[in-house]
Antibody, heavy 120, light 107 residues
């Protein structure tokens, strides 16, 4: 079945970078856009950025401009989100979400989430 | 950037009640609005897209309406399994954005 499988939890020190992977299975990654959304504990959903895996086009929230990079490796059907210059407030669960499978542009297939903890 | 203002932030209702959540966009987003349900420890689930179209398998007690800047999400007869946090999300313009969420509890 169609699913997105994310990499395992990470613990990083302030100032470091983290790269979270999102592997598509049951479909070809280039068929649907991928969005990245994060959620700090007890907080709401925060949209970080988007990629068209087909074209490689990306768009990012202003808040993360210069710190976030979304890429993909189509040969292994995997998308990535890298966040640099980590701060303690970046501690959150990071989700990848595919859009448009059964809707116009709803995020209708989600990864399981990757917990990133930033602590000295 | 488009700001999404969702209200209320929390809501307590009884089983069988009708429940309504509103979402206001800071500019016209046509019908480019989705609604999600998130239960604790789970990823969000898409319930409604394009303002009013139910995802496959979503019970008909859920509905959405609106256009432009003002949108409404309704559960016609609240069930115990509907306890969750609900979010609106616009996709009219990048950057896409979510409302702050509405936490729904059973009275």
């Amino acid at each position: 079945q169609v699913q997105l499988v994310q990499s395992e939890s990470e613990v990083k020190k302030p100032g470091a970078s983290v790269k979270v992977s999102c592997k598509a299975s049951g479909y070809t990654l280039t068929s649907y856009d991928i969005n990245w959304v994060r959620q700090a504990t007890g907080q709401g959903l925060e949209w970080m950025g988007w990629m068209s895996p087909n074209s490689g086009d990306t768009g990012y929230a202003q808040k993360f401009q210069g710190r976030v990079t979304i890429t993909r490796n189509t040969s292994i059907n995997t998308a990535y989100m890298e966040l640099s210059s980590l701060r303690t407030e970046d501690t959150a669960v990071y989700f990848c979400a595919g859009a448009g499978f059964s809707s116009t542009y709803g995020m209708d297939v989600w990864g399981q989430g990757t917990t990133v903890t930033v602590s000295s | 950037d488009i700001q999404m203002t969702q209200s209320p932030s929390s809501l307590s209702a009884s089983v069988g009640d009708s429940v309504t959540i509103t979402c206001q966009a800071s500019q016209d987003i046509s019908n480019h609005l989705n609604w999600y349900q998130q239960k604790p420890g789970q990823a969000p689930k898409l319930l409604i897209f394009d303002t009013s179209i139910l995802e496959t398998g979503v019970p008909s007690r859920f509905s959405g309406s609106g256009s432009g800047t003002d949108f409404t999400f309704t559960i016609s007869s609240l069930q115990p399994e509907d306890i969750a946090t609900y979010y609106c999300q616009q996709y009219d313009n990048l950057p896409y954005s979510f409302g702050q969420g509405t936490k729904l509890e059973i009275k």
